[in-house]
């Protein structure tokens, strides 16, 4: 599953660059000055969150172990990042709840890694999981329908906006980002990037993908709910809050470029 970074401002990204000091040997470490600074914003992620799925678990922390651990990051898993449930789609269901979740990744991981069980362990203990939001079931067997995405979809963008962290790796699907995409890119990037933007939104970010997301939560864009009579609350708005998109470490899109409405 693809990866997408949430940032509070723009980032350029380039492909990850290592320096070998002259006369040494073997792995040389990344050095703050080769980083883009999308990529240097990626090294500084405060909180990851994560699909409940399983095979978006594995790649969360075989991605993004090292990263977690030294960033002492906890995992968060969020329903609301499931894959998009088209028609079909078995592989868009869940099968645990709870602690179940952890352990089921915990199981796996170490099922792949069964020729280096110490690597399958540190991988999972990399960081501590939340599992706070999937105590119930959390999936549907049923289509999801257009109204039921943008209502996830809201629910999400508000879950990133108050979150206290601001440097967010987000964990999900493919389908899930093209839907993303296409109900949350701001008019300015679409008249800016107008053949990215048709990309993004006809298109498949590719397997392990990682894009570097910039999310406007403005003023501007406000709308308001009204609870019991005559209470109206302001809530941000969450249209077009996608302000720029960078396709970070080589990540390319995939599949059709035919519109689909």
């Avoid at 380039?14 to 080769?34: C, D, F, I, K």
């Avoid at 999308?38 to 409940?52: D, I």
């Avoid at 995409?181 to 990037?189: N, T």
């Avoid at 993908?209 to 009579?229: C, H, I, K, P, S």
């Amino acid at each position: 599953p693809p990866l997408a970074l949430r940032l509070l401002s723009p980032f350029r990204s380039a492909q990850l660059a290592r320096v070998r000091p002259a006369g040494t040997r073997g792995p040389a470490p990344l050095q703050p000055g080769a980083l883009s600074e999308s990529e240097r914003m990626l090294v500084g992620v405060q909180m990851v969150a994560c699909s409940p799925l399983t095979r978006a678990m594995q790649t969360c922390v075989i991605a993004l172990a090292p990263l977690m651990r030294h960033r002492g990051c906890r995992l968060r898993v969020c329903p609301n990042l499931r894959e998009k449930k088209n028609l079909g789609g078995f592989d868009s269901s869940g099968s645990a709840v709870g602690g179940d979740v952890a352990r089921r990744l915990a199981e796996t991981t170490r099922e792949l890694y069964a020729d280096v069980p110490a690597i399958g362990a540190a991988l999972v203990a990399a960081a501590p999981i939340d599992t706070s939001e999937v105590g119930s079931r959390w999936w549907s067997d049923l289509v999801e329908s257009a109204d039921e995405m943008r209502v996830r979809l809201r629910e999400l963008l508000w879950q990133l906006q108050y979150a206290p962290e601001e440097r967010i790796a987000v964990v999900g699907h493919s389908h899930f980002l093209r839907a993303l995409f296409r109900a949350h890119l701001s008019a300015k990037f679409c008249a800016s990037h107008r053949a990215l933007a048709g990309r993004l939104t006809t298109q498949l970010i590719s397997n392990c993908g990682v894009a570097a997301l910039t999310l406007d939560f403005a003023e501007r864009d406000v709308a308001y709910a009204t609870l019991g009579e005559d209470v109206a609350v302001r809530q941000p708005g969450t249209a077009g809050v996608i302000e720029d998109v960078e396709l970070m470490l080589g990540t390319t899109l995939v599949g059709s470029t035919k519109a689909k409405h």
